[in-house]
């Protein structure tokens, strides 16, 4: 006979009663005491007692992100990679990292277009065509007036579910992001100079 026991138990062995005797009780359990089991063996009986297996330590405690601001999203690797390949301008740049800035949870940004240049200090104008571009290029799409939401494939704020059910609101409108090639820049384009007046 196998007993498993927990971890700090004991067993008491009950001496065999004789025929026509009345069986021993068992030995009072002394102050403490827990997960006491007691037996009656009869000769040539045994008893093997194995204890309840160690416990498995606690695992460690996932560390907390500690980012400038206790804030943070996730995005593509991938696009920061080939980002400086898609020839942005360095508004575009500006109006780009605004609006993954601005996001609230789901990819959400609440803004408008005259909001934008007045926080960048451009036009409404220069605003509006920096956006389009990135709304052409599937970046982001316009939900609508003064909000925005961000494609949740490129960066995303919030959890794994979240971020899937925002996949799933996505319009089939929206252009599949196709990436430059290459492993070198092209060059940045420059302003034609101007002509000298005669």
């Given at each position: 006979?196998?007993?498993?026991?927990?971890?700090?138990?004991?067993?008491?062995?009950?001496?065999?009663?004789?025929?026509?005797?009345?069986?021993?009780?068992?030995?009072?359990?002394?102050?403490?005491?827990?997960?006491?089991?007691?037996?009656?063996?009869?000769?040539?009986?045994?008893?093997?007692?194995?204890?309840?297996?160690?416990?498995?330590?606690?695992?460690?405690?996932?560390?907390?992100?500690?980012?400038?601001?206790?804030?943070?999203?996730?995005?593509?690797?991938?696009?920061?990679?080939?980002?400086?390949?898609?020839?942005?301008?360095?508004?575009?740049?500006?109006?780009?990292?605004?609006m993954l800035g601005a996001q609230l949870k789901g990819g959400i940004v609440p803004i408008t277009?005259?909001?934008?240049?007045?926080?960048?200090?451009?036009?409404?104008?220069?605003?509006?065509?920096?956006?389009?571009?990135?709304?052409?290029?599937?970046?982001?799409?316009?939900?609508?007036?003064?909000?925005?939401?961000?494609?949740?494939?490129?960066?995303?704020?919030?959890?794994?579910?979240?971020?899937?059910?925002?996949?799933?609101?996505?319009?089939?409108?929206?252009?599949?992001?196709?990436?430059?090639?290459?492993?070198?820049?092209?060059?940045?384009?420059?302003?034609?100079?101007?002509?000298?007046?005669?």
């Amino acid at each position: 006979m196998v007993i498993s026991a927990s971890k700090g138990g004991r067993v008491v062995r009950l001496p065999a009663s004789r025929p026509g005797q009345p069986a021993a009780p068992p030995p009072a359990e002394p102050a403490g005491a827990h997960n006491v089991v007691a037996i009656r063996l009869q000769p040539g009986e045994t008893v093997a007692v194995n204890p309840a297996p160690e416990p498995e330590p606690a695992s460690p405690k996932r560390e907390d992100f500690d980012f400038l601001g206790h804030t943070f999203y996730m995005a593509s690797k991938e696009l920061s990679a080939k980002l400086p390949f898609i020839g942005l301008t360095a508004t575009e740049y500006d109006v780009w990292h605004t609006m993954l800035g601005a996001q609230l949870k789901g990819g959400i940004v609440p803004i408008t277009v005259i909001k934008l240049g007045e926080r960048l200090g451009i036009g409404r104008k220069e605003a509006g065509e920096a956006l389009a571009r990135f709304l052409d290029m599937g970046f982001m799409w316009l939900e609508r007036r003064g909000r925005y939401r961000i494609n949740p494939r490129i960066a995303f704020w919030g959890s794994s579910a979240e971020q899937q059910r925002a996949l799933a609101l996505m319009p089939d409108s929206i252009p599949e992001i196709r990436l430059p090639e290459g492993e070198v820049r092209p060059p940045r384009r420059t302003r034609r100079p101007k002509l000298e007046s005669l």
